[in-house]
């Protein structure tokens, strides 16, 4: 009797293996803050179907180097920041900055997106260091 369990719970075991290497193992998440060169962190810019990014104030400090990086989770977004030529969209999802002054700025989606799409609006503050 106890030789049936042992085997049964071999197969199922096996199965999993099997399925599991079939249709691959589940993948983790990868940590993109991680994968930054050193000294460089990522300012990373959410922007949603409903008009808003994912913060509405952005902070970093003079000598930062930062990745800008534009995330559309939902509907299709640009993101601009005027003062810093920076010019985000699908095609081109992120820009390198060193902020070498403190400052405010004003990000901005810079693709027609919908009815709220004027004031989809989020501030990067620089900060002295
Ligand atoms: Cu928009």
Redesign the pocket.
């Known amino acids: 009797m106890h030789k049936w369990i042992m085997f049964t719970v071999f197969i199922a075991a096996s199965l999993l293996g099997v399925f599991l290497l079939t249709f691959k193992l589940p993948e983790k998440p990868v940590d993109e803050a991680a994968l930054m060169p050193d000294g460089v962190t990522l300012m990373k810019v959410v922007a949603s179907n409903d ?1 808003t990014f994912n913060q509405d104030v952005f902070t970093a400090k003079v000598g930062d180097k930062v990745i800008m990086r534009l995330e559309n989770k939902s509907g299709v ?2 993101l601009k920041i005027d003062e810093l030529q920076v010019s985000l969209d699908n095609n081109n999802k992120e820009t390198e900055l060193e902020f070498t002054e403190p400052g405010e700025y004003i990000i901005y ?6 009815p ?2 004027q004031t ?1 609006q989020a501030k990067l503050i620089v900060e002295a260091a």
Request: aromatic share 8%.
């Open positions: 008009f977004h640009g989606c810079s693709i027609a997106c919908g709220g799409h989809m």
